[in-house]
Nanobody, 119 residues
């Protein structure tokens, strides 16, 4: 019932840009915390950015100034604008939702989208 569907991944040269989208369904999107995580080969999954229901955003230090997370509640979609991409940004990027169902906290993940930064 809960679905998070990512799109927008691909291959880009260093210094390039991509915009990831995550369309959510099955949750009350406007009250959910949304985020982007990534997992590079041989590394643990890490938080990239998250955005609260009121629009406040937090970023990993490694992406500050380059990435911007935003949300459009009318479209039930969260975005990650990625600029000045570096090879170390290469990873599978996952959309994440943090929401409540009758006061019980629920967490949901998308299937992931590959981002490859290479020349």
């Amino acid at each position: 019932q809960v679905q998070l569907v990512e799109s927008g991944g691909g291959m880009v040269q260093p210094g390039g840009s991509l915009r990831l989208s995550c369309a959510a369904s099955g949750i009350i999107f406007s009250s959910a915390g949304m985020g982007w995580y990534r997992q590079a080969p041989g590394k643990q999954r890490e938080l990239v950015a998250d955005i609260s229901s009121n629009g406040g955003a937090v970023y990993a230090e490694s992406v500050k100034g380059r990435f911007t997370i935003s949300r459009d509640n009318a479209k039930n979609t969260v975005y990650l604008q990625m600029n000045s991409l570096k090879p170390e940004d290469t990873a599978v990027y996952y959309c994440h939702a943090d929401f409540r169902d009758s006061y019980r906290r629920r967490l949901s993940w998308g299937q992931g989208t590959q981002v490859t930064v290479s020349s």
